[in-house]
Nanobody, 126 residues
Framework: QVQLVESGGGLVQAGDSLRLSCAAS????????MGWFRQAPGKQREFVAGISRSGGSTYYPDSVKGRFTISRDNAKNTVLLQMDSLKPEDTAVYYC???????????????????WGQGTQVTVSS
């Protein structure tokens, strides 16, 4: 069982940066694929970044590519999401997710993840 806690959300202006953190407990993250998702009011939860177990591979959808960067520190059981050049449409609750994997895969489908944090609100004003 993995427990995930996100932090770092807040209210910023368009063009600003934020760094979200996901702290894990209960298991070492080195055997887990990790992802960040977001959900805006009235919309489905969408994938924004994924990283393989070792951190050697990452993946982003076009909507955030070049602006968001996911990283991990398995020794600290932490995953980060650096968000630059934020836009009002990035406003959402951001969730960290984890799933145990046996290969260096990146999971992009929310249904592939069993473990979720409680979310942290990010609001970008124009």
């Amino acid at each position: 069982q993995v427990q995930l806690v996100e932090s770092g959300g807040g209210l910023v202006q368009a063009g600003d940066s934020l760094r979200l953190s996901c702290a894990a407990s209960g298991r070492t993250l080195s055997m887990y694929a990790m992802g960040w998702f977001r959900q805006a009011p009235g919309k489905q939860r969408e994938f924004v970044a994924g990283i393989s177990r070792s951190g050697g591979s990452t993946y982003y959808p076009d909507s955030v590519k070049g602006r968001f960067t996911i990283s991990r520190d398995n020794a600290k059981n932490t995953v980060l999401l650096q968000m630059d050049s934020l836009k009002p449409e990035d406003t959402a609750v951001y969730y960290c997710a984890a799933e145990w994997v046996t290969t260096a895969t990146i999971l992009i489908n929310r249904y592939e993840y069993r473990y979720w944090g409680q979310g942290t609100q990010v609001t970008v004003s124009s």
